[in-house]
């Protein structure tokens, strides 16, 4: 069954994003994997790798797996709690650890077919915990699912609208399709937001209306719409499209060079992290298959 994993270090943050990915997954159908890497000690998750005895191995994994499976009763309760309706989909929620390189760790984790969704937290005000150091790259560059970065104390509710930066690439054709599964149980709207960085505006016309009549005919989702962004620097659009328009997550795909690559190869993708009061969904390109929710 289609899987959302969580990476927890069993911060407060990590629990905020934990909660939402439970949120998100009932209503996509799916289940909640809790993951943690147990390699490391558990006040710096992600910090120095260090060498540990099989007993140390040992102990750490049991501690791991016990604040693992304390945090998914917390869940659950709560899930039980604040269910109103009893024939409303609960995800079912279980625990992994392995340990080994964070490279490592997420290919073991990747190895299960049936992630769809890798989920992350960071701190509202500033980087830390997983965000430490290049670990958020890291993460990005070696999962081959969308990442969604949950912002600290983000409380899952229904989506109104998503909101996707594009640079209308043929492939985000994949993306937008992806999107619109992960919409239509909400009814919401999919917002393509063209952050214009031409010269031309003849060019980018032809561009944007060709790309648009591809969604047109390939997509069957009605609540697909255009608006432009005429910025040429990517992260002055990002915030204005932030601060000036309503939507529940900010979407984008995480390319290697080109336009998009000044921001992931940079410190944006960190400073809109630790700005944004919303999820911030990465999707990998280039990607064999991308989930259709």
């Given at each position: 069954?289609?899987?959302i ?6 911060s407060t943050?990590a629990?905020?994003?934990?909660r ?5 997954a ?13 390699l490391?000690?558990?006040s710096e998750?992600?910090?120095?790798q260090?060498?540990w005895s099989m ?5 750490i ?6 604040e693992?499976?304390a945090l998914?009763?917390?869940l659950r309760s709560?899930?039980t709690?604040?269910?109103?309706d009893s024939s409303?989909?609960?995800p079912?929620?279980?625990?992994k650890?392995?340990?080994g390189?964070?490279s ?10 049936e992630i769809?969704?890798?989920v992350?937290g960071t ?7 997983f965000?430490?150091?290049n670990?958020l790259h890291e993460?990005?560059d ?7 970065i ?5 409380v899952f509710?229904?989506?109104s609208?998503i909101?996707?930066a594009t640079d ?5 054709l ?5 999107l619109?599964?992960l919409?239509?149980?909400?009814n919401a ?5 063209h952050i ?5 505006e003849?060019e980018?016309a032809k ?6 009549e591809e ?15 005429k910025?040429?620097?990517v992260?002055?659009?990002l ?5 000036n328009?309503?939507?529940?997550m900010?979407v984008?795909v995480?390319?290697?060079k ?6 992931f ?12 009061n919303i999820?911030?969904?990465v999707?990998p390109c280039p ?7």
């Amino acid at each position: 069954m289609k899987t959302i994993a969580v990476l927890t270090d069993f911060s407060t943050r990590a629990e905020s994003a934990a909660r939402y990915a439970l949120g998100l997954a009932s209503h996509l159908q799916a289940n909640v994997l809790l993951y943690n890497s147990f390699l490391l000690p558990s006040s710096e998750p992600l910090g120095l790798q260090v060498a540990w005895s099989m007993e140390s191995y040992d102990e750490i994994q049991g501690d791991t797996e016990k604040e693992l499976h304390a945090l998914a009763e917390k869940l659950r309760s709560e899930l039980t709690i604040n269910s109103i309706d009893s024939s409303s989909f609960k995800p079912t929620i279980y625990c992994k650890c392995d340990h080994g390189t964070l490279s490592h760790s997420l290919e073991l984790l990747l190895s299960d077919g049936e992630i769809i969704l890798v989920v992350m937290g960071t701190h509202k005000k500033g980087i830390s915990g997983f965000m430490m150091s290049n670990h958020l790259h890291e993460v990005i560059d070696n999962v081959a699912r969308p990442v969604l970065i949950v912002p600290e104390n983000a409380v899952f509710k229904s989506i109104s609208k998503i909101a996707f930066a594009t640079d209308m690439k043929g492939t985000d054709l994949e993306v937008v399709n992806s999107l619109a599964g992960l919409a239509r149980p909400f009814n919401a709207e999919v917002m393509l937001a063209h952050i214009s960085a031409k010269a031309s505006e003849e060019e980018c016309a032809k561009m944007v209306t060709h790309f648009l009549e591809e969604v047109a005919n390939v997509i069957n989702y009605q609540k697909i719409y255009y608006r432009s962004v005429k910025e040429n620097q990517v992260q002055v659009g990002l915030n204005w499209l932030a601060e000036n328009v309503a939507f529940e997550m900010l979407v984008m795909v995480h390319r290697h060079k080109g336009f998009w690559g000044q921001f992931f190869n940079g410190s944006y993708t960190q400073k809109m992290a630790a700005q944004l009061n919303i999820p911030l969904m990465v999707y990998p390109c280039p990607a064999n298959s991308l989930p259709v929710f």
